[in-house]
């Protein structure tokens, strides 16, 4: 028997609803967390420090990103990924799959990885479940995440199952390949299967006969609609394992945190928060205000009175339209900060509301302002 | 006999130099002192709060940027400068001329003003010295410039004289609106002439003869080389009052600002400190590091071991690299803030030099390092 340097303890329950502390390496988050998306080694804007101090305590690198650039021999030269964010936090790193499949040209899938042209300067990559491993263990992250193939949210019947079968092969070598790397990381798995409850529930089966650290929900948000995206949620995280933490890949707008930490989900990320707040789409608990508008120019006011973010302390709704026309990226810096902090305080909400029930918070506002 | 909101007090002396207390309506900054350039409202990647808090006590914002965009009223509206950049220090405005001159097309002058298009949208706008002095009093800084006519650096003689007449003209008219609109405001004039020492001497003769609250130097740094810009200095701050302010516009560079301060010279402003970080050019004691360089790629070490800065304590070399390549926002944040520490102490440097003598301070690397 050896330690468990990955554990997660549930603390509390409502409903479907649950609140735990997840630690890999004696790094811990409470959960429900959303993690704070640093594509190409920063989350944009902000330091990895500040992160911290603002309460987060996980975070996400994308492997494909630093994998091409500065490549992961030289960030783990650098002393690895949590000194080049100088996050001290949990960082989990996806595995290339997803960006692979979105962002690079002439991508060939075979059963054994994927060959694709990298997005920077068109060199010919090959990713297996072998490299993706290695990659992420190279670049020294918490929590690893198995390669998936992820089709497209229109994809055939054919192409779906062709997909779920690879996933569910790969995601078996990924976890062989892994223990093989290391002994205190955590390494999560990834249920594809589209909307099709079928091929979804037949490799979660298949995944949990495996017993990875934890469990993602991917291809959820990939181009439907919200009331697809809801039911889903509510067919699918009942299906993943009770004890381990379940993680919806790239959601993260108000509405679907709340839908879906009430469904007993724990983990998410999503760039969305801080790219609309660089395009000056600031979450409020009035709805999301448009900064760039001509009707805050001259408002004296803060984006939100009791929000204790720079911005809000510190500048007026008028200096920060000003500062998006001008384009200088305290803006941005400004407005990334604002919108991470919004997504805390409904977490830390979230997680009130698990732990003492529903008179602690007023969820009202979400009902009315982000429908 | 009104009191006296602007006050000026020498404390120590060394040859030429000298180290003072700047106060203006409450504010006090210790000279020498280095003015970063918040052009647009705020200083690039680094928040009013953090500069002060860094400990610079003075900054300078472009009146040319603010009126065409935001304009002085919605600065105003939104509470003056100061709230704007969030700055508790002083803040100097420049009086808008050098930049009509320099960014605006088409620019007409005649002896009531300049007549310009806006760089933005093409507008048509007239700059007199009345409506200078009206744009600083809206946006509420505490040291105004008066306008004055800047001819190119290879202006004929003729032209030369032409723009110290009118610019002498222009002064008087700034000094009289000035002192009706504000009693507690500071104007400080700004000597032309060029080259010619006949016509800077005739022209600072001319504008001590009012009782300005400090005197610039302008027309120092543009596009002359080096040899002819110390020279310059030597030869025109001896004329200037010796109980008031010296500023030198737009000059910033380790090398001149050490020449300038032996020369007697109090104040400085210059953006290549600031646009330098953001191309990578970082200030250290062993000389500008170029860190988009493939050299830095796997150093780990900071960029300066003894430098407190964000970027120094905390990120290595390769990190900055990385970030700079990327076209990560973190990376020039973290350099404008490196650059503008480094000047913070060289200029702290400096005044403990003037207060303790040649013993406290070793600036033979300035000698190698910055020739």
Redesign the interface.
């Known amino acids: 028997m050896s330690a468990t340097p990955v554990s997660f303890c549930i603390e509390a329950r409502r409903g479907n609803a649950r609140s735990a502390s997840l630690t890999v390496r004696g790094r811990t988050t409470k959960t429900p967390a959303f993690m704070p998306v640093g594509t190409?080694?920063?989350v944009?804007?902000?330091?990895g420090?500040q992160l911290h101090e603002m309460g987060y305590r996980a975070a996400l690198a994308n492997t494909y990103?630093l994998h091409l650039?500065?490549g992961e021999e030289?960030v783990a030269?650098?002393?690895g990924v949590h000194?080049?964010m100088?996050f001290p936090g949990i960082i989990l790193t996806d595995s290339g799959g997803f960006q692979v499949f979105s962002l690079s040209e002439r991508n060939v899938v075979d059963d054994e990885g994927i060959t694709f042209q990298s997005h920077l300067d068109g060199n010919r990559i090959r990713l297996t479940p072998h490299r993706a491993m290695e990659i992420q263990h190279a670049l020294d992250s918490d929590i690893a995440m198995v390669l998936d193939e992820c089709p497209p949210a229109d994809a055939s019947a054919k192409v779906l199952e062709e997909a779920v079968r690879r996933s569910i092969d790969w995601a078996g070598r990924c976890w062989e390949h892994h223990r093989s790397l290391s002994h205190d990381r955590a390494v999560f798995a990834i249920s594809q299967g589209g909307k099709d409850p079928v091929l979804r529930r037949q490799m979660i089966d298949e995944l949990t006969t495996v017993s990875f650290d934890g469990f993602a929900l991917g291809g959820i948000s990939v181009g439907e609609d919200r009331q697809v995206i809801r039911d889903e949620i509510l067919a699918f995280t009942q299906w993943l394992p009770e004890d381990r933490p379940r993680y919806l890949m790239g959601v993260g707008s108000p509405r679907e945190l709340f839908l879906a930490v009430r469904q007993g989900v724990d983990l998410f990320d999503c760039v969305m928060p801080t790219r609309n707040a660089r395009n000056g789409h600031l979450y409020t608990r009035e709805g999301i205000l448009k900064m760039r508008n001509a009707i805050h120019?001259?408002d004296?006011r803060p984006v939100e009175a009791d929000c204790p973010c720079?911005l809000c302390v510190?500048?007026?709704r008028?200096?920060l339209?000003?500062?998006l026309?001008?384009r200088?990226?305290?803006g941005?810096?400004?407005a990334t900060e604002h919108n991470l902090t919004f997504l805390l305080r409904l977490i830390q909400d979230l997680r009130r509301w698990v732990e003492r029930g529903d008179a602690a918070v007023d969820f009202d506002w979400l009902d009315r302002h982000y429908p």
């Not at 944009?44 to 330091?47: H, L």
């Open positions: 190409q080694g920063t944009k804007g902000i330091p420090h990103h650039r500065p030289t030269r650098l002393g000194r080049m100088d120019a001259e004296p720079t510190r500048y007026s008028g200096t339209r000003h500062l026309h001008a200088e990226m305290l941005p810096m400004l």
